[in-house]
């Protein structure tokens, strides 16, 4: 079955430092992997969005990377303050469908400290 | 601000009662979505409407129903519902790729 999963323990790290999530997939070939911040007892947020046929993709502080050989998506946050707190969630375009569907990993919490 | 409003942003409502949230965008997207999120679990894709099509997610029970009168607005309407069904239920449009949220409607079943 179809299945993605990030990191369910929250990361704790020194602002100042990199974080580095991780989105594993399997039984998926995603055409493209996205991004999103989500803040408690708010809608997600989007941030980047990377294509099968791209490697890596930056924006600012965040940088993207998407092996489709490991399934594995890689997000990380350079130089991280402790504004960038929150839970990141992963999300997998759904087939090639122009509805746009989207499946969700379950987030992984970031937490930086001062 | 997302451009995505929902009302009402909570909820608390009895196992018997009738109540619909509502979804609001302008900007001009053409696909809209409902999803449930509960604690501790992803998000669950509920509904898509797109380009008047809708595609519903096979899982979800008849008490929750959809509708959509035009490509701004979204209603999910919700009738007999059950404690479990408490959750936060977000509403979402894009026009491709990147799907922008709204705040999102609290309900809690009692």
């Known amino acids: 079955s179809q299945k993605i999963e990030q990191n369910s323990e929250a990361l704790n790290i020194q602002e100042g430092k990199t974080a580095t999530l991780t989105c594993n997939y399997t039984?998926?070939?995603?055409?493209?992997l996205q991004w999103y911040r989500q803040d408690p007892g708010r809608g997600p947020v989007f941030l980047l969005l990377i294509r099968e046929n791209e490697k890596e993709k930056r924006k600012e502080r965040l940088k993207v990377t998407f092996d489709t050989t490991l399934k594995q998506s890689l997000f990380h946050i350079t130089a991280s303050q402790p504004a960038d707190s929150a839970t990141y969630l992963c999300?997998?375009?759904?087939?090639?469908?122009?509805?746009?569907?989207?499946?969700f990993g379950q987030g992984t919490t970031l937490q930086v400290k001062p | 601000e997302t451009g995505v409003t929902q009302t009402p942003r909570h909820l608390v409502m009895g196992m018997t009662n009738k109540k619909s949230l509502k979804c609001e965008q302008h900007?001009?997207?053409?696909?809209m979505y409902w999803y449930k999120q509960s604690a501790k679990k992803p998000l669950e894709l509920m509904f898509v409407y797109s380009l008047e099509e809708r595609v519903e997610n096979n899982s979800v029970p008849s008490r929750f129903s959809p509708e959509c009168p035009n490509s701004s607005h979204l209603f999910l309407h919700l009738h007999t519902l059950q404690p479990e069904d408490s959750a936060l239920y977000l509403c979402?449009?894009?026009?491709?790729?990147?799907?922008?949220f709204g705040p999102g409607t609290r309900l809690t079943v009692l």
């Open positions: 900007l001009g997207h053409n696909a």
């Open positions: 999300a997998l375009a759904h087939g090639s469908s122009n509805t746009g569907k989207l499946i």
């Open positions: 979402a449009s894009s026009r491709g790729g990147e799907q922008f």
């Open positions: 039984n998926y070939s995603p055409a493209y």
